[in-house]
């Protein structure tokens, strides 16, 4: 039988995992926020936290292979999440970029770099635009309903 | 929203930038940034089921159809897939403008 990597502060499990769940292999970017609203939105991603570890060995070369600028370096160019899902029948790993604009601002930054042709044939944008919902009012760009008062929530596009 | 579809949006809409001319008439100066807006994503928000359902390279177009005349006018990235096979719009947004 198959076993999703499990991911937890850092450290790896190997524990059986339930099936039609991603994995979340690599989170280059400390947006909590960014995560936090995947793992909710999407929830297949399992609420994992970041694994350099399980990325540099198991998962980030397999996908997108680079030569290291210096010995800090380390991650897979254009992804900030690899999630691998291993109970299909042909095994998937995707690689997915998030953009983030804060409350109220209608452009998502990228640059030239983005316009690079993607490597890997399952390379994904993850757009998430930022929200502050006040006095039970939105403002800025949220498109939910589901703000709770008082708190800055996230709208995602895949 | 897949990486190939963003790269051929960004980099299509920048050369249409450029070839405007400023609001002063003057040619416009190239730089490093891109953008995308909010409205260039409908089609694609809360999509996760095309995440599910295809590899990104294989995901049918599903937004605003205006994007693609776009991308055709102004082309590609070098050796952007799409040179090989343009996305159909037959499942594309056809409503609004840029």
Redesign the interface.
Same mark, same amino acid.
Not at chain 1, 21 to 50: D, F, K, Y
Not at chain 1, 86 to 98: E, F
Not at chain 2, 55 to 79: C, M, Q, Y
């Given at each position: 039988m198959r076993q999703l990597w499990k991911l937890g502060n850092g450290s790896i499990d190997r524990g059986a995992q339930p099936l039609k769940e991603w994995g979340i292999g690599q989170v280059r970017r400390s947006n909590s926020q960014v995560q936090r609203r995947l793992r909710e939105t999407v929830p297949h991603l399992l609420p994992a936290a970041a694994s350099d570890r399980l990325a540099q060995r198991k998962v980030g070369r397999t996908l997108a292979p680079r030569v290291a600028r210096d010995r800090h370096d380390k991650n897979a160019r254009a992804t900030d999440v690899l999630a691998q899902r291993l109970d299909l029948a042909q095994p998937r790993i995707v690689s997915i970029q998030t953009k983030t604009t804060s409350a109220g601002n209608d452009n998502f930054a990228l640059t030239a770099g983005d316009e690079e042709t993607a490597p890997h044939d399952d390379q994904w944008f993850v757009f998430v635009g930022l929200a502050i919902r006040r006095n039970g009012r939105d403002s800025g760009s949220c498109r939910t309903t589901s703000c709770p008062p008082g708190s800055t929530q996230p709208t995602a596009t895949g | 929203?897949?990486?190939?579809l963003?790269?051929a949006r960004?980099?299509s809409a +920048?050369r249409h930038w450029l070839s405007t001319p400023s609001p002063t008439g003057r040619a416009r100066n190239d730089g490093? #940034?891109?953008?995308?807006? +909010?409205r260039h994503?409908d089609g694609?928000?809360?999509?996760?089921r095309?995440?599910?359902s295809a590899?990104? #390279?294989?995901t049918p177009f599903v937004g605003h159809a205006w994007i693609l005349d776009v991308v055709r006018d102004h082309g590609l990235?070098?050796?952007?897939?799409w040179r090989r096979r343009f996305p159909a719009s037959d499942q594309a947004i056809f409503s609004g403008t840029a």
């Amino acid at each position: 039988m198959r076993q999703l990597w499990k991911l937890g502060n850092g450290s790896i499990d190997r524990g059986a995992q339930p099936l039609k769940e991603w994995g979340i292999g690599q989170v280059r970017r400390s947006n909590s926020q960014v995560q936090r609203r995947l793992r909710e939105t999407v929830p297949h991603l399992l609420p994992a936290a970041a694994s350099d570890r399980l990325a540099q060995r198991k998962v980030g070369r397999t996908l997108a292979p680079r030569v290291a600028r210096d010995r800090h370096d380390k991650n897979a160019r254009a992804t900030d999440v690899l999630a691998q899902r291993l109970d299909l029948a042909q095994p998937r790993i995707v690689s997915i970029q998030t953009k983030t604009t804060s409350a109220g601002n209608d452009n998502f930054a990228l640059t030239a770099g983005d316009e690079e042709t993607a490597p890997h044939d399952d390379q994904w944008f993850v757009f998430v635009g930022l929200a502050i919902r006040r006095n039970g009012r939105d403002s800025g760009s949220c498109r939910t309903t589901s703000c709770p008062p008082g708190s800055t929530q996230p709208t995602a596009t895949g | 929203m897949p990486h190939d579809l963003v790269s051929a949006r960004i980099y299509s809409a +920048h050369r249409h930038w450029l070839s405007t001319p400023s609001p002063t008439g003057r040619a416009r100066n190239d730089g490093s #940034r891109r953008d995308i807006r +909010h409205r260039h994503l409908d089609g694609y928000e809360d999509a996760w089921r095309l995440l599910e359902s295809a590899k990104a #390279r294989e995901t049918p177009f599903v937004g605003h159809a205006w994007i693609l005349d776009v991308v055709r006018d102004h082309g590609l990235p070098e050796n952007h897939p799409w040179r090989r096979r343009f996305p159909a719009s037959d499942q594309a947004i056809f409503s609004g403008t840029a």
